[in-house]
């Protein structure tokens, strides 16, 4: 019987070692970013300002050639979509993180499409 509260001792221990190993592997795409987008239409180096919350939903503002506009996203691991409307179009941005540099494709409505890298400004 003194078997089992020690079992019980070293699962809790466990959990929660797992817990703070994946708390802390949690990717925040918080912060300002400046991308190179390249699409079959021209290139830009847009920037966006996001925050992100604990759930993994992203707000915040693109600023760039299609103007400034409000963005809004998620994120889960180190997957993320980010998207936002420009004079009825909607605009997608669609990547992984690591680290501080991210890379993936971009869609620009009916306009064009693309890829895109860029780095977090540690500013």
């Given amino acids: 019987m003194k078997k089992l509260p020690y079992f019980l001792l070293v699962l ?19 912060g300002t970013w400046t991308l190179d987008v390249k699409t079959d239409a021209g290139s830009g180096t847009p920037t966006f300002k996001l925050t992100q919350n604990a759930e993994g939903k992203l ?3 693109y600023e760039g050639q299609l103007g400034e506009s409000a963005v809004t996203g998620t994120i889960k691991d180190n997957v993320f979509h980010i998207e936002f409307s420009v004079q009825g179009n909607l605009i ?6 690591e680290n501080d540099t991210m890379s993936g494709k971009v869609e620009l409505g009916t306009m064009a499409s693309g890829t895109f890298t860029g780095k977090k ?3």
């Fill in 12 to 30: 809790l221990c466990t959990t929660g070692l797992s817990l703070a190993s994946f708390a802390q592997s949690t990717t925040d795409l918080t």
């Fill in 59 to 61: 707000t915040g503002t």
């Fill in 92 to 97: 997608k941005y669609d990547g992984k993180i």
């Fill in 121 to 123: 400004n540690n500013r």
